[in-house]
């Protein structure tokens, strides 16, 4: 059995298209207007996806791709997303007060620039 290629983040290269809880999410998921509260994914491809209006409340994204997705009207409240790919990640219409990236307080940062540099 050959062996799979771990990327720069310590994860193989071909995450699962399920979920540790056996939901089908994948690539270029559509995700509207559920609870995933206190969940953990592990491994998963939401690259390209729309999430839209998902509450991610004290969740858990470890080692997932993410890339170009989509985040929509949705609550990240005390969510820990730790070795994913972000890139090209757009948050829009979201709470991001306490947002914290890579130390930086990128929440405080934002209010700061909405409030002219007050």
Known sequence: MA?????????????????????????????????MRSSTLGNVDLSDSILDHVGFRNSRLNRCRLEGAVISGSHLDAAHIENSSLRGVVIENCDVEGLVVNGVQVGALIAMLRDGGR
């Open 3 to 35: 062996q799979s290629q771990v990327s720069k983040y310590g994860f193989p290269d071909q995450p699962s298209s399920k979920s540790e809880s056996g939901l089908p999410l994948g690539p270029n998921s559509l995700v509207r207007h559920i609870s």
